[in-house]
């Protein structure tokens, strides 16, 4: 049609004869219109930066439309959605598919958060665009007060597990109720500082409850890993996480090493 009106007229025409309640037209580099009864037309642009092959093109239209559907979006949000996928698929010689990623990526830019210390919001984005690539995410959490060659051994092990490795740390006042008033030793920011700086840990997000189930309810590892004598079913956090498909490992300390231990060592010589 010469003009977004007469396509908007002749839409509407057929429409009412087939007795729709709504018409998608997809108008190739001019990208897609949705006519729907007593509402104005909806013209979406072509999100394509550059059109290689067109075979393909329909069918995914179809694909996320119905899939949009079926969640529950409205016909507007599906179209969009089904606008974006076609115009990634355009971009790709033959016939090709759109990965779960590829459109994650389109519709939030890519977030891969720079690794190191993260709060929770970001994190969960992070953890969810690593999953999308295949990537295993292995999560674990502790006080880390004085970190020792216990803790780089246990997480160097944890890391072994997956890919990625998330490290929960408690805050000051949360290790305070936990290890008394004289704890921790170093503050929050110091902590999550040093751990940043090991190589088998690529995120550090800091939560003030008692326990992270409520922070691991959120962030779904694919693994969740505790250290100790702890039974998996008691680990906190680790039904979500069972629930969700993953798992719960217990992995060993290494013997003799502890911060409370080292602590001891030092009051002691000091005295």
Same mark, same amino acid.
């Given at each position: 049609?010469?003009t977004?009106?007469?396509?908007?007229e002749?839409g509407?025409?057929?429409?009412?004869?087939?007795e729709?309640?709504?018409l998608?037209?997809?108008?190739?580099?001019?990208?897609?219109?949705?006519?729907?009864?007593?509402? =104005?037309? @909806?013209?979406?642009?072509? +999100?394509?930066?550059?059109?290689?092959?067109?075979?393909?093109?329909? %069918?995914?239209? &179809? /694909?996320?439309?119905?899939?949009?559907?079926?969640?529950?979006?409205?016909?507007?949000?599906?179209?969009?959605?089904?606008?974006?996928?076609?115009?990634?698929?355009?971009?790709?010689?033959g016939?090709?598919?759109?990965?779960i990623?590829?459109?994650?990526?389109?519709?939030h830019g890519?977030?891969?958060?720079?690794?190191?210390?993260?709060?929770?919001?970001?994190?969960?984005?992070?953890?969810?665009?690593?999953?999308?690539?295949?990537?295993?995410?292995?999560?674990?959490?502790?006080?880390?007060?004085?970190l020792?060659?216990?803790?780089? =051994?246990? @997480?160097?092990?944890?890391? +072994?597990?997956?890919?990625?490795?998330?490290v929960?740390?408690?805050? %000051?006042?949360? &290790? /305070?109720?936990l290890?008394?008033?004289?704890?921790?030793?170093?503050?929050l920011?110091r902590?999550?500082?040093?751990?940043?700086?090991?190589?088998?840990?690529d995120?550090?997000?800091?939560?003030?409850?008692?326990?992270?189930?409520?922070?691991?309810?959120?962030?779904?590892?694919?693994?969740?890993?505790?250290g100790g004598d702890?039974?998996?079913e008691?680990?906190?956090?680790?039904?979500?996480?069972i629930?969700?498909?993953?798992?719960?490992?217990?992995?060993?300390?290494?013997?003799?090493?502890?911060?409370?231990?080292?602590?001891?060592?030092?009051?002691?010589?000091?005295?």
């Amino acid at each position: 049609c010469a003009t977004d009106a007469i396509l908007a007229e002749r839409g509407e025409a057929l429409r009412a004869e087939l007795e729709l309640e709504a018409l998608l037209i997809t108008r190739s580099e001019k990208g897609m219109t949705l006519i729907r009864e007593g509402q =104005a037309p @909806l013209h979406l642009p072509t +999100r394509a930066q550059e059109v290689f092959d067109v075979t393909g093109a329909g %069918d995914t239209v &179809i /694909g996320l439309m119905g899939l949009a559907l079926a969640a529950n979006h409205a016909l507007p949000e599906a179209m969009m959605l089904a606008n974006l996928g076609a115009g990634l698929v355009v971009a790709k010689p033959g016939t090709a598919t759109l990965s779960i990623a590829e459109l994650y990526t389109a519709l939030h830019g890519d977030k891969l958060a720079e690794f190191g210390v993260i709060e929770p919001a970001p994190l969960v984005d992070a953890v969810r665009a690593a999953q999308l690539r295949g990537e295993r995410v292995v999560m674990t959490n502790g006080c880390f007060d004085i970190l020792h060659a216990g803790h780089v =051994a246990y @997480l160097e092990q944890a890391k +072994r597990l997956g890919d990625r490795l998330v490290v929960a740390v408690n805050d %000051d006042a949360s &290790i /305070g109720r936990l290890k008394g008033p004289k704890r921790p030793i170093n503050p929050l920011n110091r902590r999550m500082q040093v751990l940043a700086g090991l190589g088998a840990v690529d995120w550090v997000v800091p939560f003030s409850d008692d326990t992270p189930a409520a922070l691991i309810e959120q962030v779904l590892p694919d693994i969740l890993v505790k250290g100790g004598d702890y039974r998996p079913e008691d680990i906190a956090g680790g039904c979500a996480v069972i629930a969700n498909g993953g798992e719960v490992k217990v992995l060993g300390f290494e013997d003799g090493v502890s911060t409370t231990a080292m602590i001891s060592s030092i009051l002691d010589r000091e005295s």
